[in-house]
């Protein structure tokens, strides 16, 4: 199964932006949908959106529109995820997770980058 | 949205119990719903797809149903290797997941 691996922690203040990169291991470019999910210290999984890595058109969900961008660099086989005008309630880990072929659920999964918001 | 209620949100078992752990759904969902399983510090693992297709090399002791509003996932033989937190994820309309289910050693 194909990697996908994400970047390394981040530490951010109040009202920053952070951008989590996702790559498939083996510069392999499948084409499938990344999804972004993150999770708030103890707490469950919460849907940010999807990416299209074919046209780079993205879909975000309600509660982070205007503030999420998901981009994509295909000749190194890289998403991104970044999130603006961070506050302590963006404290979470952040997944990207990649559908399974000609489906909707996620089949693969990065490894997570925790991302600490803090004055 | 579509929301997703798990029950219970902490099951207690032992090692050889049979558990079952029910997610609803708010509006029917056909059966575009999946289950994954989550261990500390580590990223969900898919379990079963399409409310009951095992996904390749998953223990068969895990099996889910239903469809609608209404699905289950059964572990029958609770093993040591079971004891995590469990998620439903509705993929009927963008995507939903339940607030979880911890299984922990009784």
């Known amino acids: 199964q194909v990697q996908l691996v994400q970047s390394g922690a981040e530490v951010k203040k109040p009202g920053a932006s952070v951008k989590v990169s996702c790559k498939a291991s083996?510069?392999?470019?499948?084409?499938?949908?990344i999804h972004w999910v993150r999770q708030a210290p103890g707490q469950g999984l919460e849907w940010m959106g999807w990416?299209?890595?074919?046209?780079?058109?993205?879909n975000y969900a309600q509660k982070f529109q205007g503030r999420v961008t998901m981009t994509r660099d295909t000749s190194i086989s890289t998403e991104y995820m970044e999130l603006n005008w961070l506050t302590s309630d963006d404290t979470a880990v952040y997944y990207c997770?990649?559908?399974?072929?000609?489906?909707?659920?996620?089949?693969?999964w990065g490894q997570g980058t925790l991302v600490t918001v803090s004055s | 949205d579509i929301q997703m209620t798990q029950s219970p949100s902490t099951l207690s078992a032992s090692v050889g119990d049979r558990v079952i752990i029910t997610c609803r759904a708010s509006?029917?969902?056909?059966?575009?719903l999946a289950w994954y399983q989550q261990k500390p510090g580590i990223a969900p693992k898919l379990l079963i797809y399409?409310?009951?297709i095992l996904e390749s090399g998953v223990p068969s002791r895990f099996s889910g149903s239903g469809s609608g509003t209404e699905f289950t996932l059964t572990i029958t033989s609770l093993q040591p290797d079971d004891f995590a937190t469990y998620y439903c994820?509705?993929?009927?309309?963008?995507?939903?997941f339940g607030q979880g289910t911890k299984v922990e050693i009784k």
């Open positions: 990416l299209n890595p074919n046209t780079g058109g993205a």
């Open positions: 994820q509705q993929y009927d309309t963008y995507w939903t």
């Open positions: 399409k409310a009951s």
């Open positions: 083996g510069n392999t470019f499948s084409g499938r949908y």
């Open positions: 997770a990649r559908v399974a072929l000609g489906l909707s659920h996620f089949d693969d």
């Open positions: 509006q029917s969902i056909s059966s575009w």
